[in-house]
Protein backbone atom coordinates (compact mmCIF):
# COMPACT_ATOMS: atom_id res chain seq x y z
CA UNK A 1 0.00 0.00 0.00
CA UNK A 2 1.04 3.36 -1.01
CA UNK A 3 -0.73 6.52 -1.19
CA UNK A 4 0.80 7.18 -4.61
CA UNK A 5 2.50 5.07 -7.18
CA UNK A 6 4.55 6.32 -10.10
CA UNK A 7 4.91 4.52 -13.40
CA UNK A 8 8.00 5.74 -15.30
CA UNK A 9 11.49 7.25 -14.44
CA UNK A 10 11.47 9.51 -16.80
CA UNK A 11 12.07 13.61 -16.25
CA UNK A 12 8.07 13.47 -15.22
CA UNK A 13 8.06 10.90 -12.48
CA UNK A 14 11.09 11.38 -10.97
CA UNK A 15 10.30 15.33 -10.34
CA UNK A 16 6.68 14.38 -9.16
CA UNK A 17 8.05 12.02 -6.72
CA UNK A 18 10.37 14.67 -5.74
CA UNK A 19 7.06 16.95 -5.11
CA UNK A 20 5.21 14.73 -3.67
CA UNK A 21 8.05 13.42 -0.65
CA UNK A 22 8.74 17.03 -0.54
CA UNK A 23 4.66 17.35 0.95
CA UNK A 24 5.71 13.90 2.94
CA UNK A 25 3.29 11.87 0.61
CA UNK A 26 4.54 8.12 0.38
CA UNK A 27 5.43 7.67 -2.82
CA UNK A 28 6.65 4.13 -4.84
CA UNK A 29 7.81 4.56 -8.41
CA UNK A 30 7.98 1.58 -10.95
CA UNK A 31 10.05 2.03 -14.34
CA UNK A 32 10.33 -1.10 -16.30
CA UNK A 33 13.91 -0.55 -17.24
CA UNK A 34 16.68 -2.14 -14.94
CA UNK A 35 18.75 0.70 -14.90
CA UNK A 36 19.07 4.06 -16.58
CA UNK A 37 19.44 3.79 -20.49
CA UNK A 38 22.92 4.56 -21.68
CA UNK A 39 22.28 6.32 -24.55
CA UNK A 40 20.56 10.08 -24.13
CA UNK A 41 17.29 11.28 -25.87
CA UNK A 42 17.57 14.43 -25.11
CA UNK A 43 20.36 17.42 -24.27
CA UNK A 44 18.01 20.57 -23.27
CA UNK A 45 16.61 22.19 -20.32
CA UNK A 46 14.60 25.54 -21.37
CA UNK A 47 14.67 28.79 -19.02
CA UNK A 48 11.52 27.74 -17.82
CA UNK A 49 11.98 24.86 -16.77
CA UNK A 50 15.50 26.21 -14.76
CA UNK A 51 13.14 28.43 -13.07
CA UNK A 52 10.64 25.97 -11.93
CA UNK A 53 13.99 23.75 -10.85
CA UNK A 54 15.51 26.62 -9.30
CA UNK A 55 12.63 26.65 -6.74
CA UNK A 56 13.53 23.26 -4.98
CA UNK A 57 17.27 24.11 -5.15
CA UNK A 58 17.59 21.41 -8.45
CA UNK A 59 18.74 24.20 -11.15
CA UNK A 60 22.06 24.92 -9.74
CA UNK A 61 24.40 22.06 -9.80
CA UNK A 62 22.73 20.96 -13.87
CA UNK A 63 23.96 24.78 -14.49
CA UNK A 64 27.46 23.62 -13.08
CA UNK A 65 27.41 21.31 -15.69
CA UNK A 66 25.84 22.21 -18.16
CA UNK A 67 27.03 24.88 -21.07
CA UNK A 68 24.51 27.88 -21.47
CA UNK A 69 23.60 29.35 -24.71
CA UNK A 70 21.66 33.22 -24.47
CA UNK A 71 18.90 31.71 -27.30
CA UNK A 72 15.91 29.52 -27.19
CA UNK A 73 16.07 26.11 -29.47
CA UNK A 74 13.37 26.13 -32.10
CA UNK A 75 13.35 25.59 -35.78
CA UNK A 76 12.20 26.07 -39.16
CA UNK A 77 12.43 29.93 -38.55
CA UNK A 78 16.06 31.48 -40.21
CA UNK A 79 16.41 33.72 -37.34
CA UNK A 80 17.64 33.48 -33.93
CA UNK A 81 15.37 33.33 -30.96
CA UNK A 82 17.02 35.54 -28.46
CA UNK A 83 16.26 35.09 -24.29
CA UNK A 84 17.61 38.75 -23.36
CA UNK A 85 14.96 40.62 -21.70
CA UNK A 86 12.31 37.70 -21.50
CA UNK A 87 10.08 36.91 -18.45
CA UNK A 88 12.89 34.77 -16.86
CA UNK A 89 15.56 34.49 -13.95
CA UNK A 90 17.69 32.41 -16.53
CA UNK A 91 17.87 33.91 -19.67
CA UNK A 92 19.86 31.13 -21.97
CA UNK A 93 19.14 27.76 -23.04
CA UNK A 94 21.47 24.57 -20.93
CA UNK A 95 23.09 21.91 -23.05
CA UNK A 96 22.62 19.37 -20.16
CA UNK A 97 22.32 15.65 -20.82
CA UNK A 98 18.99 14.11 -20.08
CA UNK A 99 20.52 11.22 -18.19
CA UNK A 100 22.51 13.78 -16.18
CA UNK A 101 19.05 15.26 -15.06
CA UNK A 102 17.24 12.32 -14.34
CA UNK A 103 20.43 10.70 -12.37
CA UNK A 104 19.83 14.38 -10.07
CA UNK A 105 16.20 13.76 -9.94
CA UNK A 106 16.75 10.27 -8.87
CA UNK A 107 19.05 10.99 -6.46
CA UNK A 108 17.03 14.06 -4.80
CA UNK A 109 14.29 11.73 -4.52
CA UNK A 110 15.63 8.89 -2.72
CA UNK A 111 17.03 11.59 -0.64
CA UNK A 112 13.58 12.20 0.29
CA UNK A 113 12.61 8.71 1.03
CA UNK A 114 11.03 7.99 -2.48
CA UNK A 115 10.87 4.01 -3.17
CA UNK A 116 12.06 3.67 -6.67
CA UNK A 117 11.72 -0.10 -8.16
CA UNK A 118 13.82 -0.54 -10.96
CA UNK A 119 12.77 -3.86 -13.39
CA UNK A 120 9.71 -3.54 -12.14
CA UNK A 121 6.93 -3.42 -15.07
CA UNK A 122 3.71 -1.94 -14.47
CA UNK A 123 1.46 -4.43 -16.66
CA UNK A 124 -2.49 -3.43 -15.41
CA UNK A 125 -4.48 -1.80 -13.55
CA UNK A 126 -7.83 -1.51 -11.45
CA UNK A 127 -9.34 1.29 -10.14
CA UNK A 128 -12.40 2.01 -7.82
CA UNK A 129 -13.75 5.00 -5.73
CA UNK A 130 -11.10 4.82 -2.90
CA UNK A 131 -8.03 3.74 -5.39
CA UNK A 132 -6.19 1.49 -8.10
CA UNK A 133 -4.70 -1.71 -7.58
CA UNK A 134 -1.54 -2.46 -9.66
CA UNK A 135 -0.27 -5.72 -11.27
CA UNK A 136 3.54 -5.41 -11.35
CA UNK A 137 6.10 -7.67 -13.30
CA UNK A 138 9.31 -8.49 -11.96
CA UNK A 139 11.92 -10.91 -12.93
CA UNK A 140 11.02 -13.12 -10.17
CA UNK A 141 7.07 -12.73 -10.65
CA UNK A 142 3.90 -10.51 -9.78
CA UNK A 143 2.94 -8.73 -7.31
CA UNK A 144 0.18 -6.33 -6.29
CA UNK A 145 0.29 -2.84 -5.65
CA UNK A 146 -2.53 -0.86 -4.11
CA UNK A 147 -2.42 2.89 -4.25
CA UNK A 148 -4.86 5.98 -3.53
CA UNK A 149 -3.34 7.34 -7.01
CA UNK A 150 -1.57 6.09 -9.93
CA UNK A 151 0.52 8.26 -12.07
CA UNK A 152 1.29 7.55 -15.50
CA UNK A 153 4.28 9.20 -16.61
CA UNK A 154 5.34 6.17 -18.56
CA UNK A 155 5.83 7.67 -22.06
CA UNK A 156 4.09 7.95 -25.18
CA UNK A 157 3.44 4.25 -25.81
CA UNK A 158 1.64 4.64 -21.69
CA UNK A 159 0.32 1.63 -20.51
CA UNK A 160 -1.46 3.57 -17.62
CA UNK A 161 -3.24 5.53 -19.94
CA UNK A 162 -4.41 2.67 -22.20
CA UNK A 163 -5.14 0.58 -19.03
CA UNK A 164 -7.47 3.42 -18.15
CA UNK A 165 -9.10 3.75 -20.80
CA UNK A 166 -8.12 7.56 -21.80
CA UNK A 167 -8.08 8.36 -25.70
CA UNK A 168 -5.49 9.85 -26.73
CA UNK A 169 -6.69 11.66 -30.36
CA UNK A 170 -4.41 13.58 -32.84
CA UNK A 171 -2.31 13.15 -35.99
CA UNK A 172 -0.60 10.54 -36.88
CA UNK A 173 3.29 10.78 -38.24
CA UNK A 174 3.30 11.54 -41.89
CA UNK A 175 7.36 12.28 -41.98
CA UNK A 176 9.93 10.53 -40.09
CA UNK A 177 13.75 10.65 -39.37
CA UNK A 178 15.90 8.59 -38.41
CA UNK A 179 18.71 9.61 -35.56
CA UNK A 180 22.15 7.97 -34.73
CA UNK A 181 24.49 8.95 -32.24
CA UNK A 182 27.91 7.18 -34.67
CA UNK A 183 31.06 8.48 -35.02
CA UNK A 184 32.55 9.29 -38.38
CA UNK A 185 35.55 7.83 -39.63
CA UNK A 186 36.89 10.69 -41.05
CA UNK A 187 35.32 13.73 -38.66
CA UNK A 188 36.46 16.41 -42.12
CA UNK A 189 34.10 14.66 -44.65
CA UNK A 190 30.68 15.93 -43.39
CA UNK A 191 30.95 19.57 -41.06
CA UNK A 192 28.31 20.11 -37.83
CA UNK A 193 25.27 21.50 -38.90
CA UNK A 194 23.02 21.18 -42.04
CA UNK A 195 24.32 19.95 -45.17
CA UNK A 196 22.08 19.49 -48.47
CA UNK A 197 22.60 17.47 -50.63
CA UNK A 198 20.93 16.35 -53.97
CA UNK A 199 18.63 14.06 -51.92
CA UNK A 200 17.93 15.65 -49.17
CA UNK A 201 19.81 17.62 -45.65
CA UNK A 202 21.57 15.53 -42.84
CA UNK A 203 21.99 17.61 -39.71
CA UNK A 204 25.32 16.75 -37.23
CA UNK A 205 25.12 17.96 -34.25
CA UNK A 206 28.59 17.55 -32.18
CA UNK A 207 28.34 15.44 -29.06
CA UNK A 208 31.29 14.50 -26.24
CA UNK A 209 33.07 11.44 -28.31
CA UNK A 210 30.58 11.20 -31.02
CA UNK A 211 28.07 13.05 -33.62
CA UNK A 212 24.45 12.74 -33.31
CA UNK A 213 23.19 12.14 -37.36
CA UNK A 214 19.93 13.09 -38.51
CA UNK A 215 18.20 12.33 -41.79
CA UNK A 216 15.08 12.18 -42.88
CA UNK A 217 13.42 8.51 -43.81
CA UNK A 218 11.03 7.70 -46.53
CA UNK A 219 11.46 4.22 -45.74
CA UNK A 220 9.84 1.70 -42.80
CA UNK A 221 12.56 -0.75 -42.70
CA UNK A 222 14.35 -1.88 -39.59
CA UNK A 223 16.62 1.09 -37.54
CA UNK A 224 19.64 -0.11 -38.03
CA UNK A 225 23.37 1.25 -38.51
CA UNK A 226 23.28 0.33 -42.23
CA UNK A 227 19.72 1.66 -43.20
CA UNK A 228 20.90 5.14 -41.47
CA UNK A 229 24.36 4.52 -43.69
CA UNK A 230 21.82 4.09 -46.55
CA UNK A 231 19.69 7.17 -46.44
CA UNK A 232 22.54 9.45 -45.36
CA UNK A 233 24.41 8.56 -48.35
CA UNK A 234 21.38 8.70 -50.55
CA UNK A 235 20.86 12.03 -49.23
CA UNK A 236 24.55 13.51 -49.50
CA UNK A 237 24.90 12.10 -52.97
CA UNK A 238 28.28 10.39 -51.91
CA UNK A 239 29.86 8.11 -48.88
CA UNK A 240 30.53 8.86 -45.48
CA UNK A 241 32.08 6.12 -43.54
CA UNK A 242 29.34 6.18 -40.26
CA UNK A 243 30.63 3.47 -37.64
CA UNK A 244 29.87 2.55 -33.93
CA UNK A 245 26.48 3.36 -33.16
CA UNK A 246 25.55 4.24 -29.74
CA UNK A 247 21.67 4.84 -30.66
CA UNK A 248 19.67 4.49 -33.49
CA UNK A 249 16.10 5.31 -33.85
CA UNK A 250 12.76 6.78 -35.98
CA UNK A 251 11.02 9.57 -35.02
CA UNK A 252 7.95 10.95 -36.74
CA UNK A 253 6.01 14.27 -36.15
CA UNK A 254 2.44 12.31 -35.03
CA UNK A 255 0.99 14.87 -32.19
CA UNK A 256 -1.33 13.39 -30.00
CA UNK A 257 -2.75 15.00 -26.63
CA UNK A 258 -5.17 12.46 -23.97
CA UNK A 259 -8.03 13.92 -23.74
CA UNK A 260 -8.20 13.26 -19.77
CA UNK A 261 -5.49 14.35 -17.82
CA UNK A 262 -7.59 13.06 -14.87
CA UNK A 263 -9.05 9.58 -14.49
CA UNK A 264 -11.09 9.07 -11.79
CA UNK A 265 -7.85 7.75 -9.73
CA UNK A 266 -5.40 8.05 -12.44
CA UNK A 267 -3.77 10.98 -13.83
CA UNK A 268 -1.06 11.52 -16.67
CA UNK A 269 1.86 13.98 -17.17
CA UNK A 270 4.58 14.16 -19.69
CA UNK A 271 4.72 11.83 -22.88
CA UNK A 272 2.04 9.47 -21.32
CA UNK A 273 -0.58 12.90 -21.80
CA UNK A 274 1.06 14.27 -25.08
CA UNK A 275 3.22 13.30 -28.06
CA UNK A 276 4.51 16.21 -30.65
CA UNK A 277 7.08 16.72 -33.10
CA UNK A 278 10.76 17.00 -31.16
CA UNK A 279 11.32 20.89 -32.80
CA UNK A 280 12.18 23.20 -30.04
CA UNK A 281 13.46 20.37 -28.32
CA UNK A 282 10.76 21.17 -25.36
CA UNK A 283 9.44 17.51 -24.54
CA UNK A 284 11.68 17.47 -21.25
CA UNK A 285 10.94 20.93 -20.51
CA UNK A 286 7.03 20.10 -20.64
CA UNK A 287 7.53 16.92 -18.71
CA UNK A 288 9.27 19.20 -15.85
CA UNK A 289 6.27 21.95 -16.23
CA UNK A 290 3.55 19.01 -16.27
CA UNK A 291 5.00 17.31 -12.93
CA UNK A 292 5.62 20.50 -11.05
CA UNK A 293 1.90 21.77 -11.44
CA UNK A 294 0.50 18.01 -10.57
CA UNK A 295 3.02 17.27 -7.48
CA UNK A 296 1.15 20.00 -5.16
CA UNK A 297 -2.35 19.41 -6.11
CA UNK A 298 -2.13 15.79 -5.68
CA UNK A 299 -0.73 16.29 -2.44
CA UNK A 300 -3.01 18.38 -1.27
CA UNK A 301 -5.59 16.03 -2.46
CA UNK A 302 -4.98 13.39 -0.64
CA UNK A 303 -5.13 15.53 2.61
CA UNK A 304 -8.31 17.03 1.49
CA UNK A 305 -10.53 16.07 -1.83
CA UNK A 306 -13.03 18.93 -1.53
CA UNK A 307 -9.96 20.91 -2.44
CA UNK A 308 -10.99 20.01 -6.31
CA UNK A 309 -7.07 20.94 -7.51
CA UNK A 310 -6.74 17.75 -9.63
CA UNK A 311 -9.41 19.23 -12.03
CA UNK A 312 -7.29 22.67 -11.97
CA UNK A 313 -4.12 20.09 -12.79
CA UNK A 314 -6.26 18.67 -16.21
CA UNK A 315 -7.59 22.73 -17.15
CA UNK A 316 -4.16 24.21 -16.69
CA UNK A 317 -1.97 21.76 -18.21
CA UNK A 318 -3.99 20.04 -20.89
CA UNK A 319 -4.67 24.24 -22.58
CA UNK A 320 -0.42 24.51 -22.06
CA UNK A 321 -0.22 20.55 -23.89
CA UNK A 322 -2.56 21.73 -26.91
CA UNK A 323 -0.45 25.41 -27.09
CA UNK A 324 2.66 23.01 -27.36
CA UNK A 325 1.40 20.97 -29.79
CA UNK A 326 0.42 24.02 -31.73
CA UNK A 327 3.51 25.50 -31.72
CA UNK A 328 5.78 22.61 -32.44
CA UNK A 329 3.59 21.47 -35.49
CA UNK A 330 4.21 24.80 -36.91
CA UNK A 331 7.56 24.64 -36.31
CA UNK A 332 7.80 21.61 -38.35
CA UNK A 333 5.43 23.57 -41.12
CA UNK A 334 8.13 26.27 -41.05
CA UNK A 335 10.87 23.56 -42.17
CA UNK A 336 9.04 22.42 -45.23
CA UNK A 337 9.79 23.23 -48.85
CA UNK A 338 6.10 24.25 -49.43
CA UNK A 339 6.73 27.41 -51.60
CA UNK A 340 2.97 28.25 -50.44
CA UNK A 341 4.18 29.03 -46.65
CA UNK A 342 6.76 31.25 -47.83
CA UNK A 343 4.93 34.06 -47.31
CA UNK A 344 3.92 32.57 -43.87
CA UNK A 345 7.23 32.08 -43.45
CA UNK A 346 8.56 35.56 -44.42
CA UNK A 347 5.85 37.34 -42.31
CA UNK A 348 7.60 35.60 -39.15
CA UNK A 349 11.00 35.99 -40.19
CA UNK A 350 10.18 40.06 -39.79
CA UNK A 351 7.89 39.70 -37.06
CA UNK A 352 10.78 37.85 -35.41
CA UNK A 353 13.57 40.20 -36.52
CA UNK A 354 11.52 42.99 -34.14
CA UNK A 355 13.04 42.90 -30.30
CA UNK A 356 9.58 42.89 -29.02
CA UNK A 357 8.32 40.35 -31.59
CA UNK A 358 11.11 38.06 -31.27
CA UNK A 359 10.40 38.27 -27.21
CA UNK A 360 7.14 37.16 -27.48
CA UNK A 361 7.56 34.30 -29.83
CA UNK A 362 10.45 32.96 -27.75
CA UNK A 363 8.19 33.30 -24.82
CA UNK A 364 5.74 31.20 -26.71
CA UNK A 365 7.96 28.76 -28.02
CA UNK A 366 9.11 28.05 -24.87
CA UNK A 367 6.49 28.43 -22.41
CA UNK A 368 7.87 31.52 -20.21
CA UNK A 369 4.23 32.92 -21.49
CA UNK A 370 2.64 30.16 -19.43
CA UNK A 371 -0.10 32.28 -17.80
CA UNK A 372 -3.13 30.58 -14.81
CA UNK A 373 -6.18 32.20 -13.99
CA UNK A 374 -6.58 33.77 -11.24
CA UNK A 375 -9.61 34.95 -9.05
CA UNK A 376 -9.82 37.18 -8.19
CA UNK A 377 -7.76 39.53 -11.14
CA UNK A 378 -6.62 42.67 -10.35
CA UNK A 379 -4.18 43.43 -13.92
CA UNK A 380 -0.99 43.00 -12.39
CA UNK A 381 1.53 41.89 -15.28
CA UNK A 382 2.88 38.72 -12.75
CA UNK A 383 -0.63 37.83 -11.97
CA UNK A 384 -1.09 33.72 -13.15
CA UNK A 385 2.27 33.97 -13.87
CA UNK A 386 5.70 32.35 -12.43
CA UNK A 387 7.19 35.09 -9.93
CA UNK A 388 10.80 36.54 -10.82
CA UNK A 389 13.18 35.83 -7.58
CA UNK A 390 12.65 38.83 -6.06
CA UNK A 391 15.88 40.10 -3.91
CA UNK A 392 14.52 40.45 -0.29
CA UNK A 393 14.95 41.98 3.34
CA UNK A 394 13.96 40.36 6.26
CA UNK A 395 14.56 40.26 10.14
CA UNK A 396 17.47 37.45 9.57
CA UNK A 397 19.00 39.65 6.68
CA UNK A 398 19.26 39.19 2.89
CA UNK A 399 17.39 36.42 0.82
CA UNK A 400 15.23 35.49 -2.03
CA UNK A 401 12.10 34.64 -3.18
CA UNK A 402 13.47 31.14 -4.51
CA UNK A 403 15.27 30.68 -1.75
CA UNK A 404 11.48 30.86 0.30
CA UNK A 405 9.82 28.51 -1.93
CA UNK A 406 12.24 25.32 -1.64
CA UNK A 407 9.50 24.00 0.83
CA UNK A 408 7.11 23.74 -1.89
CA UNK A 409 4.28 25.38 0.57
CA UNK A 410 2.10 27.62 -0.09
CA UNK A 411 3.50 31.18 0.61
CA UNK A 412 1.98 34.98 1.46
CA UNK A 413 5.06 37.16 0.75
CA UNK A 414 4.08 40.31 3.07
CA UNK A 415 5.53 43.28 2.15
CA UNK A 416 3.58 46.32 4.14
CA UNK A 417 5.74 48.52 6.04
CA UNK A 418 2.86 47.03 9.11
CA UNK A 419 3.74 43.33 8.07
CA UNK A 420 0.24 42.77 9.41
CA UNK A 421 -1.15 40.11 7.27
CA UNK A 422 -2.41 36.98 7.50
CA UNK A 423 -3.24 33.28 5.49
CA UNK A 424 -4.76 30.96 7.58
CA UNK A 425 -3.05 27.38 6.45
CA UNK A 426 0.03 29.40 4.36
CA UNK A 427 3.66 30.52 5.41
CA UNK A 428 4.02 34.10 5.61
CA UNK A 429 7.22 36.01 5.34
CA UNK A 430 7.47 39.59 6.40
CA UNK A 431 10.19 41.44 4.12
CA UNK A 432 10.60 44.74 2.19
CA UNK A 433 11.69 44.64 -1.48
CA UNK A 434 13.43 47.74 -2.35
CA UNK A 435 13.32 47.21 -6.29
CA UNK A 436 9.32 47.16 -6.32
CA UNK A 437 7.99 49.34 -3.52
CA UNK A 438 4.91 49.32 -4.94
CA UNK A 439 4.14 45.55 -4.06
CA UNK A 440 2.42 45.36 -0.81
CA UNK A 441 1.67 41.36 -1.24
CA UNK A 442 1.87 38.73 -2.94
CA UNK A 443 0.37 35.15 -2.35
CA UNK A 444 2.35 32.64 -4.29
CA UNK A 445 1.01 28.81 -5.18
CA UNK A 446 4.01 25.89 -4.51
CA UNK A 447 4.82 26.28 -7.82
CA UNK A 448 5.85 30.01 -7.98
CA UNK A 449 3.11 31.12 -9.52
CA UNK A 450 1.51 34.25 -8.16
CA UNK A 451 -2.27 33.65 -7.40
CA UNK A 452 -2.96 37.18 -6.25
CA UNK A 453 -1.01 40.35 -6.00
CA UNK A 454 -1.90 43.27 -4.08
CA UNK A 455 0.01 46.21 -4.71
CA UNK A 456 -0.44 50.28 -3.03
CA UNK A 457 -2.59 51.03 -5.35
CA UNK A 458 -5.29 48.03 -4.89
CA UNK A 459 -8.50 48.95 -4.63
CA UNK A 460 -9.81 45.43 -3.91
CA UNK A 461 -8.80 44.79 0.33
CA UNK A 462 -10.66 41.77 0.58
CA UNK A 463 -9.06 40.28 -2.70
CA UNK A 464 -6.47 37.90 -0.79
CA UNK A 465 -9.26 36.34 1.07
CA UNK A 466 -10.98 36.15 -1.72
CA UNK A 467 -7.60 34.13 -3.92
CA UNK A 468 -7.27 31.76 -0.56
CA UNK A 469 -10.71 30.71 -0.52
CA UNK A 470 -10.83 30.61 -4.58
CA UNK A 471 -7.64 28.74 -5.26
CA UNK A 472 -7.09 26.94 -1.73
CA UNK A 473 -10.85 25.75 -0.67
CA UNK A 474 -10.92 24.85 2.84
CA UNK A 475 -7.59 23.16 2.70
CA UNK A 476 -4.35 25.66 2.28
CA UNK A 477 -1.77 23.50 1.76
CA UNK A 478 -0.40 19.74 1.13
CA UNK A 479 1.33 19.82 4.78
CA UNK A 480 0.95 21.57 7.97
CA UNK A 481 0.12 25.00 8.03
CA UNK A 482 2.79 27.30 9.57
CA UNK A 483 3.39 30.89 10.39
CA UNK A 484 6.49 32.10 9.30
CA UNK A 485 7.51 35.33 11.08
CA UNK A 486 10.94 37.17 9.65
Request: aromatic content about 4%.
Amino acid sequence: MTEVLIAGAGPAGLLLAVELRHAGVTTVLVERQPRRPEFCRAFTLNARALDLLARRGLAEPLIAEGWPVPHAASSGLPVTLGLAGTHTDHPYTLGIPQTRVEEVLEEHARELGADIRRGHDLRTLEQDDEGVTATVATGDGEYRLRAAYLAGCDGGRSTVRKQAGIDFPGTPSTRFWLLGDVELADPAALPFGPTAGPGGTVIVIPRDGYVRVLVEDHGDTPVTLERLQSVVDGALGRHVELRAARWVTRFGNAARQATDYVRGRVVLAGDAAHIHPPAGAIGVNAAIDDAFNLGWKLAATLRDPSTGLLASYHAERHRAGAHLLANTRAQVLFGDADERLGPLIDLFTRVAAHPYGNRALTEVLTGLDTRYDTVPETGHPWLGRLVPNLALTTADGPTDLVTLQRTGRWLLLDLSPAGDLAGEGVDVVHAACPEHPGLRAVLLRPDGHAAWIGTTGDPDPDGLRRALRHRLGPLASAGTSEKVRR
